[in-house]
């Protein structure tokens, strides 16, 4: 068996370090995976929020925005699937605590012709998520904004199988230990 992650670092030590914390919390002394137990961490409210784009063809943003799309409601689709990714985040990521989420907001803005520099056109979805609780709630949003831009190239993939989905990041989280977080 490896000494290193597939990262090439020395899983057996503490040089293995994130870039918030100072270690890898789901790396044992033994370099295993493994979910970190939160038990003796207090409660309390956490809020995350990611974005995401997509990008496409002009008409295929214009059939979304004019709801004309062969599946239907593009726009509506994807935020509910976008909440519903939220709630299974722990099922897909395997070291994700279960979070009984106290709040899961998608929201989808078309961009238009003329709004960016580049002149692309697409969607850009916002997740917000919240929970009170002993974890974070990073993942949630993350997860949750790239299934509402998946659900988006699914259902308009028969017309634009060329979409780009782009940039998922985080842009902000509070709570917890590590406090306010926000990207410069």
């Not at 929020?49 to 799309?69: K, P, Q, S």
Request: proline share 3%; charged share 25%.
């Amino acid at each position: 068996m490896s000494d290193t992650t597939p990262g090439g670092l020395s899983a057996g030590n503490a040089q293995i370090t994130g870039a918030d914390s100072g270690t890898l919390t789901h790396v044992d002394e033994h370099g295993a995976v493994r979910m970190v137990d939160v038990s003796a961490k207090a409660d309390t409210q956490r809020i995350a929020t990611a974005e995401g784009f997509i990008f496409m063809h002009r008409d295929t943003l214009d059939m979304i925005v004019e709801g004309t799309a062969a599946k239907g409601d593009v726009l509506a689709c994807a935020r509910v699937a976008g909440i519903m990714g939220c709630k299974q985040t722990s099922s897909l990521i395997p070291m994700c605590h279960p979070l009984n989420l106290t709040k899961s907001k998608c929201d989808l803005e078309p961009i238009l012709p003329g709004q960016r520099e580049d002149g692309r056109v697409g969607i850009h979805a916002v997740m917000t998520t919240g929970v009170t609780g002993k974890t974070g709630i990073e993942m949630e949003a993350l997860t949750g904004v790239s299934i509402a831009l998946l659900t988006v190239y699914d259902m308009c993939k028969a017309v634009d199988r060329g979409m780009e989905i782009c940039d998922v990041r985080l842009l902000r989280k509070e709570g917890g230990k590590t406090g306010l977080w926000t990207r410069d």
